[in-house]
Each structure stands twice: as C-alpha cells, then as structure tokens.
C-alpha cells in the first residue's frame, strides 16, 4: 500500500478538525514527556549532589546554566530551580554568566572537571526573538483568513 494512499484520506475538509486535534495531542504529548525525562534527571542529580555516597564517579552534564555565586573554591550554578555547588576553581567566571560545566561526583559533592563559556547566549536568544517578530510579521502581513482558511492576500 503506497504512502499517498495512506495520507490522502486525512486531507479531506470533513477530517481537519480531527487531524488538527491529533496533532494537538501529538504534540502536548512529545511536551509532557519531554518535561518528564528532564525532571526527572534534574531530581537525580540533586539527589546525587546532596547524597554522593549514592552515585560515586557519576558524571554530571550541567547545559546551558546561569552562574549565581563565586568564591575562591568554586561556584554555585542555578539548574532550572535548583542552585547546585561546584567545587574547583574556574577562571574567572561572574555571576549572570552563561556557562556549560561537566563535573563529577565526589564524597565532598560536585567536583568540577570542565566548564566551557557561552558569551554569545544573549546575542542569540535576542536574534532568535527578532526572527520570530519578523515572521509573525510576514504572516500577518501576506495571510489572511478566507472561509475559514489562511489564504495570501492579494
């Protein structure tokens, strides 16, 4: 059976509610487990962190991470809503800065075994939201709605 049998059926108008809707639930459901599996993560090295008899020699991959505090003998991360303590001494990081930092699990907590900067974070994220303007822009710009469907304009 051809994939253009398959798929043509779903394209009819008396079928767009429901493919509309299945997508819908596709796509919260791709979200929720999603969300799961990085909480779920996070809760394991928090746990890892506060109890390190529990996971000896454990690698801890923070991404993406917010630098809250700095001190002579290592620096606290902020981890989505959990602020993790890395020992071992970065060159010079400042809190607000956006690093990426690998550490390992020790008996005395989260041993720092690499951190890699991230200065263009900002610059990105803000580039990112001028592209998402811009495209609403040009939606809203050259479609509109006709009968129920988005169609050009002109």
């Known amino acids: 059976m051809s994939l253009q049998r398959l798929v043509a059926p779903l394209l009819h108008d008396t079928r767009r509610a429901w493919v509309w809707l299945g997508c819908v639930a596709l796509a919260a459901g791709l979200i929720f487990a999603h969300g799961e599996r990085v909480s779920r993560r996070e809760a394991e090295l928090v746990t890892c962190a506060a109890n390190p008899a529990l996971c000896p020699g454990r690698k801890a991959f923070l991404a993406l991470v917010e630098v809250v505090a700095v001190d002579s003998t290592g620096f606290s991360v902020l981890k989505q809503m959990n602020v993790l303590r890395i020992d071992g001494a970065a ?59 988005l169609v050009e304009r002109g």
């Open 91 to 149: 060159p010079a990081l400042r809190p607000g800065e956006t690093v990426s930092v690998i550490a390992a699990v020790q008996p005395g907590g989260l041993a720092l075994l690499s951190v890699e900067r991230h200065p263009w974070r900002g610059l990105k994220r803000a580039l990112g939201m001028i592209g998402l303007g811009l495209t609403g822009l040009v939606m809203a710009i050259g479609l509109r709605l006709h009968g129920g469907r």
